[in-house]
């Protein structure tokens, strides 16, 4: 390649060199010459989104899904600005997706010119990195370390904001081998004298758990698999965040279930009572500690992250790891078999799993079904029952059905939940089920979702029939923002200010009107049917499910109380939270 | 914020003085902080620090390898051992930073500041602004019938004091650096 390219099409040889077969984007004028190299080829699939905030949703969905880093394009000024939700939320998660920018021409900067705004100033808090691109010769470089600062270590959203004279002008092309990548090459090993400490640890812990998080599933499959080993291997019981749903499986001997806020009662009562907790590629998130000076107060405990600030910016570790989870977990398992001869605790272990059993003995995920009404619970465990042979991939919304789905619905494998964990962002889950589906178009996608939540991307329906991508969307709808209703049952004396869903669409007309199909569902004798049906239709779903208007999400965790204060089922809602609970979010 | 228990103005700081206020005393640390010196990279630094509710005291920067580019910049900053941890992991992941130094950890260092005084007195204040500027070794550097101008040169404490002392021998200006500080040895 010694031939003069111009910017734009270095943009699409490049994302051809980095492997990417899809793009999310949407056109606009300081974008036209790459979308004009787009039009000219047939390698690299652009999807149409109807707004940006889907394409960056959509990358993400994809990215989780695959392993892969995931693309959007996106032009200048309001583009960009429509792009930082995502790209925050990107953030939150350590989801790698590469966004370019179209910017006003070079000369332009700074001018207030039409549909100008400083990209690379906004995006900087809400990006891993981010490049004003300033000359033709330097964009590929850069697009080829955007890429891998955005696949290696923790990984992230990355932005490229190219003026539209960069994309016009030529230079020679850098084929990806000859870029620069020398400056970012975060440690993946883990410290052995560390590892030999938390091997140590292992043998003599008589009460262990393990905690594991998204990183396991950032680090790849070869660590779930590992993950699974030290589990099996070990017989320690296993617990895992929101995001690391999937890495061990539901089924397993070894698991707990979710831990948290609203995980379950054995899981989070096993963390406060525990004497070795090995975190696993999660970050002590508030959802997860509660009241940090209470949180597991007896227990040594080790944590595995690539992400030097991740130690100790919460809780105190006693064995921190520096690392990546596949690494590591390698590296522990060779050590513990090989120099502590594989020991453990057991009979002490066997102890900790009855004491666990007694905790699981109070069913924490129980409901009251009714004959009348939709429980919003049973609707997702039967959700969970129709749909768990299939080829399945599950995004959701934010609220309470994302809760629930994370309570009722099993992970078998990683990569196969996609939610919002870190940002809670309402309107995740219908673009980022877009871009699964994209990226597995006969698998079975659906998303969990609540009305609210989905009314705010709902213009992707329009994306979802163009591209005849068959997601299935599963609304949850109880005319409520339920967990904002929740809460303000909880702290704000049932005072429901704006958190009532007034003036719905019918949804099977909407679905209509889009060219999809409808399904409503009132009735709990019609719900096995409807879901099947769902399931059956060879396109994409709207399927309106009437739930319980007033069903609270449990068990619960009051904001500022340690793990052994939970709210199970049914309980008294009134006065949980303290006064300094109530300023935690 | 009385019932919340929350000490007035704490939050002004960090998130992390909600927690445990009185778990360690606030520290004083010098970074030595090794960047590309390219477009954004002060800002990416100081967003890191106004977004993360850390403090700067002082911060100094400049190019030191023109043919490669890179530049230190040298930054004082209060908090608890832990803050300071954190700062400097977090300091550690922005792509264009090579190298973090903690000063204060890594043995003996030194520090100087520069700063210019401009001090206006007549009679016997202007001969004792003179006298003490020759104590502290700054020279004078601009001066007219009205005033002196004193460049001086020192620790940020020597600063201090000097302009103390010049304060009521009529100090009308004064411009600092920021803090410029190497390991020893």
């Known amino acids: 390649m010694t031939q003069p390219m111009t910017g734009a099409q270095m943009v699409v040889q490049a994302l051809k060199d980095q492997g990417v077969d899809v793009v999310f984007g949407y056109p606009g004028g300081a974008v036209l010459p790459i979308y004009d190299e787009i039009f000219q080829q047939n390698d690299i699939r652009h999807i149409l989104v109807r707004h940006e905030q889907a394409a960056v949703h959509a990358a993400e969905g994809y990215a989780r899904s695959t392993g892969k880093v995931g693309c959007a394009l996106v032009t200048s000024g309001p583009g960009a600005t429509n792009a930082v939700t995502g790209l925050t939320d990107a953030l939150m998660d350590s989801i790698p997706i590469v966004v370019l920018s179209g910017q006003v021409p070079t000369f332009m900067i700074g001018n207030d010119a039409f549909q100008e705004a400083d990209t690379v100033g906004i995006t900087r808090p809400c990006t891993k990195h981010n490049w004003l691109v300033k000359d033709t010769a330097a964009l590929p470089g850069i697009l080829h370390e955007a890429f891998h600062v955005a696949r290696s270590g923790r990984p992230g959203p990355v932005l490229v904001d190219i003026p539209k004279d960069v994309q016009f002008a030529s230079a020679i092309y850098t084929p990806r081998e000859a870029a620069r990548t020398d400056r970012y090459n975060p440690r993946v090993k883990g410290d052995i004298e560390q590892i030999r400490r938390l091997a140590r640890a292992m043998t003599e ?108 910016k919460v809780i105190h570790v006693e064995i921190p790891i520096i690392g990546d989870v596949a690494n590591v977990l390698e590296d522990l398992l060779a050590v513990w078999r090989a120099e502590e001869g594989s020991r453990t605790q057991r009979e002490a272990v066997k102890g900790w799993w009855a004491q666990i059993e007694e905790w699981r003995e109070v069913r924490c995920l129980d409901y009251d079904t009714s004959p009348r009404v939709i429980k919003p619970q049973h609707a997702v465990a039967r959700l969970e029952a129709l749909t768990k042979g299939h080829d399945r991939y599950i995004c959701t919304e934010v609220g309470q059905h994302q809760m629930w789905a994370a309570q009722y619905l099993g992970f078998e494998d990683p990569n196969r939940w996609m939610t919002s964990g870190g940002l809670g962002t309402m309107g995740y889950g ?117 739930v319980e208007k007033h069903e609270n999400c449990f068990p619960m965790i009051p904001s500022g109380e340690p793990h052994n204060k939970m709210l199970l089922a049914n309980a008294e809602t009134q006065g949980q939270i303290t006064a300094p609970g109530a300023v935690l979010v | 914020m009385a019932e919340l228990n929350i000490e007035k103005g704490s939050s002004r700081k960090s998130a992390y003085d909600l927690r445990d206020p009185n778990a360690h005393a606030v520290e004083r640390h010098t970074l030595a902080v090794v960047v590309d010196n390219e477009a954004g990279v002060l800002a990416r630094v100081i967003g890191l620090f106004s977004g993360r509710g850390y403090n700067i005291e002082s911060l100094t920067v400049a190019e030191i390898d023109h043919n490669g580019h890179t530049s230190r910049m040298t930054i004082v900053t209060t908090g608890t051992p832990a803050i300071i941890d954190q700062i400097k992991a977090q300091l550690g992941r922005i792509v264009p930073v090579h190298e973090v130094h903690d000063l204060t950890v890594e043995g003996a260092s030194v520090e100087r500041e520069l700063a210019l005084f401009k001090v206006s007195g007549k009679g016997n204040d202007r001969v004792e602004a003179l006298r003490l500027a020759d104590i502290f070794r700054a020279s004078v550097v601009d001066s007219t019938l009205h005033n002196f101008t004193f460049e001086i040169t020192g620790s940020p404490e020597k600063i201090d004091a000097f302009a103390e002392l010049m304060r009521p021998l009529g100090l009308s200006e004064m411009a600092r650096t920021g803090v410029a500080a190497l390991s020893r040895g």
């Open chain 1, 205 to 312: 812990a008589r009460r262990p758990i393990i905690y594991s998080g998204g990183g396991v599933i950032n680090s790849g499959p070869r660590a779930s698999q590992l993950l699974r080993e030290l589990a099996r291997e070990t017989g320690f019981p296993l617990t895992s965040t929101l995001m690391g749903l999937g890495a061990y499986p539901a089924s397993g001997d070894a698991w707990l279930g979710m831990l948290g806020m609203h995980g379950t009662y054995e899981a989070n009562l096993a963390m406060h009572g525990c004497d070795l907790m090995i975190n696993i590629g999660a970050r002590f998130d508030d959802r997860i500690t509660g009241r940090v000076q209470d949180f597991s107060p007896q227990s040594v405990k080790a944590h595995i992250d690539i992400d030097p600030s991740s130690i100790n």
């Open chain 1, 430 to 546: 219908q673009p980022a089920a877009m871009g699964v589906q994209v990226a597995h178009p006969d698998a079975l996608v659906i998303n969990v979702a609540g009305e609210a939540s989905w009314l705010m991307n709902m213009q992707e329906m329009g994306t979802m029939v163009q591209y005849r991508l068959p997601v299935k969307q599963f609304i949850l709808n109880n005319e409520r923002l339920g967990m904002v209703r929740q809460w303000q049952e909880l702290l704000h004396g049932e005072r429901y200010s704006q958190s009532w869903s007034e003036a719905l669409p019918d949804f099977v007309k909407l679905a209509e009107a889009f060219g999809a199909k409808g399904i409503k569902c009132s009735d709990p004798a019609d719900l096995d049917d409807a879901i099947r049906e769902m399931i059956d239709h060879d396109g994409p779903v709207i399927f309106d499910c009437l």
